[in-house]
């Protein structure tokens, strides 16, 4: 479901600029989502807050940070009030966690279904993420399950929540 002002719990989908938004698209055109126009998710908190993946570890950010930057917001059809305090409170979890381009590798990997020794591990670890990934388990550890589709834990990219929650 998309929305204009945004709600605690909802998910905030933006671009990138430069070569980092480029390895971005590339990086999901590899994962069969196409050189898509979203390549950055953060998730809305109370308060005009905001916690989202970057390069130097999880944060809590102001929202005010995107104004002026076109920002899609989404959420899941019927998300309880409940739900969506279980989503931002999961996110203290997650403040500091890495941000990890190799992500992006591992989700390819499993895409072209490369036998690596534990790569369900790797993709699946909390103790780096990319964004998309921060976002789905802030979701996963509040009991939404955002995919029904037997994905493994962590492989998510900004369109796969862009395909999921906006078309």
Not at 9 to 33: E, F, M
Not at 124 to 133: D, E, K, N, Y
């Amino acid at each position: 479901m998309k929305h204009t002002h945004p709600l605690p719990g909802d998910i905030g989908l933006t671009q990138i600029s430069g070569v980092t938004g480029q390895l971005i698209r590339l990086g999901q055109w590899i994962n069969k989502d196409g050189f898509a126009d979203y390549q950055h998710v953060f998730l809305v908190l109370p308060d005009e807050q905001l916690l989202e993946a970057v390069p130097g570890g999880a944060r809590i950010s102001s929202l005010s940070g995107y104004t002026g930057t076109d920002v899609l917001y989404v959420c899941p059809k019927r998300l309880t009030w409940q739900q969506r305090t279980a989503i931002c409170e999961a996110s203290t979890r997650y403040i500091g966690v890495p941000y990890s381009f190799l992500d992006y590798a591992a989700i390819a990997a499993h895409r072209f279904r490369l036998p690596l020794p534990g790569l369900r591990r790797y993709v699946a670890s909390t103790r780096h993420m990319i964004c998309s990934q921060l976002v789905d388990q802030c979701y996963l550890d509040a009991g939404v399950h955002l995919f029904a589709d037997g994905r493994w834990p962590g492989y998510v990219t900004p369109m796969a929540l862009y395909n999921l929650l906006a078309r």
